[in-house]
């Protein structure tokens, strides 16, 4: 799969404004600030395909991605407190929206934060996808700022955490590249299983 073939498709920011689901989707999920729009830019190897904003909760519509094979879904990141209870629920019913079934998910990227545990909002939205049983997988971003000693204690920490469940997980690195390849290959797998179904 050439990810660098992409373009953007459209922004969504109602339900009813959503496309059709006529290609496999791959879904990037995680809070404000956790480095989405980054890690798209670093896996299509565009410097702003996607935006990068530095303010947190700024992105609130749900922004496609096109490429020949299936479809990159960006949703408005969560969590960010300064952003009025109106705008929150508008962004829930948004998000919601989009997972009712029916959608052609290939898989959930879902981003958390390897420096720290997991928020509340993150444990949630991964407890509504092992639910589910949408195929999904956890990235934790910003692996780069940890130190030898850190990374030790945090993936044993991400190890225990997820091990029960076996839900996989890939320290990543949007600076350093750490975890890309491996990505690649299961956005890439996940698809071609999608559309091989």
Same mark, same amino acid.
């Given at each position: 799969?050439?990810? @660098?073939?992409?373009?953007? =498709?459209?922004?969504?920011?109602?339900? +009813? @404004?959503?496309?059709?689901? $006529?290609?496999?989707? /791959?879904?990037?999920?995680?809070?404000?600030?956790?480095?989405?729009?980054?890690?798209?830019?670093?896996?299509?190897?565009?410097?702003?395909?996607?935006?990068?904003? !530095?303010?947190?909760?700024?992105? !609130?519509?749900? $922004?496609?991605?096109?490429?020949?094979?299936?479809?990159?879904?960006?949703?408005?990141?969560?969590?960010?407190?300064?952003?009025?209870?109106? =705008?929150?629920?508008?962004?829930?019913?948004?998000?919601?929206?989009?997972? =009712?079934?029916?959608?052609?998910? !290939?898989?959930?990227?879902?981003?958390?934060?390897?420096?720290?545990?997991?928020? !509340? +909002?993150?444990?949630?939205? #991964?407890?509504?996808?092992?639910?589910? @049983?949408?195929?999904?997988?956890?990235?934790?971003?910003?692996?780069?700022?940890?130190?030898?000693?850190?990374?030790?204690?945090?993936?044993?920490?991400?190890?225990?955490?997820? @091990? =029960?469940?076996? #839900?996989?997980?890939?320290?990543?690195?949007?600076?350093?590249?750490?975890?890309?390849?491996?990505?690649?290959?299961?956005?890439?797998?996940? /698809?071609?299983?999608?559309?091989?179904?």
């Amino acid at each position: 799969m050439n990810f @660098q073939n992409v373009n953007f =498709e459209l922004a969504a920011g109602r339900k +009813d @404004q959503l496309p059709k689901s $006529n290609l496999p989707e /791959v879904v990037f999920s995680g809070k404000s600030n956790v480095g989405k729009s980054s890690l798209i830019n670093r896996l299509v190897q565009r410097k702003a395909l996607a935006r990068v904003s !530095a303010t947190p909760g700024k992105t !609130a519509t749900i $922004n496609f991605y096109r490429l020949p094979e299936c479809r990159l879904v960006d949703l408005p990141g969560y969590g960010y407190a300064r952003v009025s209870q109106k =705008e929150k629920q508008r962004w829930a019913s948004l998000v919601e929206g989009y997972f =009712e079934p029916g959608r052609n998910i !290939a898989l959930v990227i879902q981003l958390v934060d390897m420096r720290h545990k997991p928020t !509340a +909002d993150d444990l949630q939205m #991964i407890d509504f996808l092992y639910q589910t @049983q949408l195929p999904f997988v956890v990235v934790c971003t910003k692996s780069d700022k940890l130190n030898r000693g850190e990374t030790e204690t945090q993936t044993g920490f991400f190890d225990n955490l997820f @091990q =029960e469940k076996g #839900i996989p997980w890939i320290p990543f690195s949007t600076v350093k590249g750490t975890g890309l390849d491996q990505l690649k290959k299961v956005l890439e797998e996940a /698809v071609t299983a999608h559309t091989t179904v």
